[in-house]
């Protein structure tokens, strides 16, 4: 409990099927993109039912895999949960900070970020959950959650992240880097279309994760 809302805390199970999600090989999954390469891949899968949301929503779930075969995990995972060093590979972060520390696996934050003329900016409070394993696998994901603390503002509008995370192991091939998967599934909210969302989110989240590998490189040394 925090100022008087209570949440469920995310526990090994809730781990297990975000990871489970990250690695499916079901045939929903349509690939979007690949790299010439192959380090950046970028598929997409329509969404299950939420409960409580209208039907007919179209708002694909995102998926992209990062090979960073010069990133260590941990030090990738140390770079996700440093707020101050997001600014150098998020350049559409305005602001975070967190609002209260639920249990030492769970807290809660706010972000807000930027999107392009004309479109008013947007913001979110996220629970959000992580956790360590013995195996050299990290996971951080999270999902909105209301917080009395984190009132709606005017100059924003507030966004909704159904999940929203990483799932980072050691590089298959046995070097000293890691693969990540990253998985989202939001929605911006407001009154741009589906089909929109759809193709903007596509379309840039092989961006940032690209600008996230490339710092993420010089994060030990940052």
Not at 19 to 38: A, L
Not at 58 to 81: E, G, Q, S, W
Not at 135 to 152: K, R
Request: with cysteine.
């Amino acid at each position: 409990e925090s100022s008087g809302h209570r949440y469920k805390v995310m526990v090994l199970r809730d781990f297990i099927r975000f990871r489970d999600t990250c690695t499916s090989d079901s045939t929903d999954w349509k690939e979007n993109y690949k790299s010439k390469g192959g380090e950046i891949k970028v598929d997409t899968r329509p969404p299950d039912p939420i409960p409580g949301e209208k039907k007919g929503s179209a708002l694909n779930v995102c998926r992209v895999r990062v090979a960073m075969p010069k990133v260590p995990p941990r030090a990738l995972y140390d770079a996700l949960h440093d707020p101050v060093y997001r600014k150098t590979w998020d350049d559409r972060m305005i602001k975070g900070y967190n609002l209260c520390q639920l249990n030492p696996h769970n807290d809660v934050g706010y972000y807000a970020g930027k999107f392009p003329w004309p479109l008013k900016n947007r913001d979110f409070c996220n629970m959000r959950s992580w956790m360590e394993f013995s195996n050299g696998e990290y996971i951080i994901f999270n999902h909105s959650e209301p917080h009395p603390e984190c009132p709606e503002l005017k100059e924003y509008v507030r966004a909704k992240s159904y999940l929203t995370g990483y799932y980072i192991m050691t590089d298959p091939s046995g070097g000293d880097g890691c693969v990540m998967i990253y998985l989202t599934h939001l929605d911006p909210c407001g009154s741009i279309p589906h089909s929109v969302i759809n193709y903007a989110l596509t379309s840039q989240v092989s961006t940032t994760m690209t600008q996230l590998a490339e710092r993420g490189e010089k994060y030990v040394t940052w």
